[in-house]
């Protein structure tokens, strides 16, 4: 593999994915610091589930692991929030999708005070891998390039969290480019939860996730995606108490680092698939335990 040098006769890498062959090519030598892979749950619109992991092995991933559990402690989370504020709160409005967040901190600043204050699953997922394995380096792959941003931000133990970010399509071109040989390794993520989390990039996955029995009806919960139709609602006003809102439509699965053409409803079709397909497929080891965050703060300010 070339790792990382630019292909002046096609496309260019870009300063991300340049970063990111760095950071594999320098886990390579003697005391190098390994890479683990992130990937949101999204990745099996781009990607077949059983290729990844042994192909990013191949790629020089140490680990390899997705945003399930991430996703998972956002939820409990939320849902002991609002469970402890909604008799003296009148709104909840999810913070899972940086550009969400951003369009209402400035286009609907009054409504700022309703952000659930908590990290995204790339975020909460972040600090744990760095909590369990905390001389790795961490590289996030994403359906969306506003993770890019969101990720300069984060920090643990006043470090930078994340190391690199790249899109679907960016991972896509160096896997083009470097053409890694599959590793013959297991095809399951190093994570630590796996199941009903990995529709969170559907619109709709976060309530439909939630467990919302005792703190929500479903007449007060809203999901909407797009941002046009996110800011209807949020101009409209509506008498909701939970508002589930992704910026892309379709979510997370129409987000702009997908390099799929599929449409959205098959796109959809191939995460509803993927996580049946993992309900029948049993994880090695301990997984989803309170001692792999245990400590960990997972708070967060929009100031």
Do not use: W
Not at 52 to 80: H, Q, S, W
Not at 94 to 109: D, F, G, M
Not at 128 to 157: D, G, M, Q, R, W
Not at 163 to 191: G, M
């Amino acid at each position: 593999m070339s790792f990382g040098l630019p292909n002046f006769f096609g496309f260019a890498y870009s300063e991300d994915q340049l970063l990111v062959l760095r950071l594999l090519k320098e886990s390579k030598k003697r005391g190098g610091s390994k890479v683990i892979l992130m990937s949101a749950p999204a990745f099996v619109v781009d990607f077949d589930y059983k290729d990844f992991c042994p192909l990013m092995k191949g790629l020089g991933f140490d680990k390899v692991t997705e945003l399930t559990f991430g996703a998972k402690i956002v939820n409990t989370c939320y849902r002991k929030y609002i469970k402890e504020n909604k008799d003296k709160q009148e709104k909840f409005i999810a913070t899972v999708c940086p550009s969400s967040v951003e369009l209402i901190k400035n286009r609907y600043p009054y409504l700022k005070r309703f952000l659930l204050p908590f990290d995204s699953p790339m975020v909460a997922m972040a600090k744990v891998l760095k909590k369990n394995y905390p001389k790795h380096k961490i590289v996030f792959t994403s359906p969306c390039s506003a993770k890019k941003i969101e990720a300069k931000k984060a920090f643990y133990k006043k470090k930078q969290l994340i190391d690199a970010v790249i899109t679907f399509s960016e991972l896509k071109q160096i896997i083009a480019k470097e053409r890694p040989k599959k590793k013959k390794v297991c095809h399951k993520f190093d994570s630590f939860y796996n199941d009903y989390t990995k529709i969170y990039p559907l619109s709709g996955g976060l309530g439909a996730t939630l467990n919302k029995k005792g703190i929500l009806k479903e007449s007060e919960v809203v999901s909407t995606d797009g941002h046009k139709r996110l800011s209807r609602i949020m101009e409209k006003n509506l008498n909701k108490t939970f508002f589930d809102v992704l910026f892309c439509d379709g979510g997370c699965i129409g987000g702009n680092g997908v390099s799929s053409k599929l449409p959205i409803v098959l796109r959809k079709k191939r995460v509803l698939d993927y996580r049946n397909l993992s309900k029948r497929e049993s994880m090695d080891g301990n997984h989803g335990l309170n001692k792999y965050f245990r400590g960990i703060d997972f708070s967060r300010k929009f100031d």
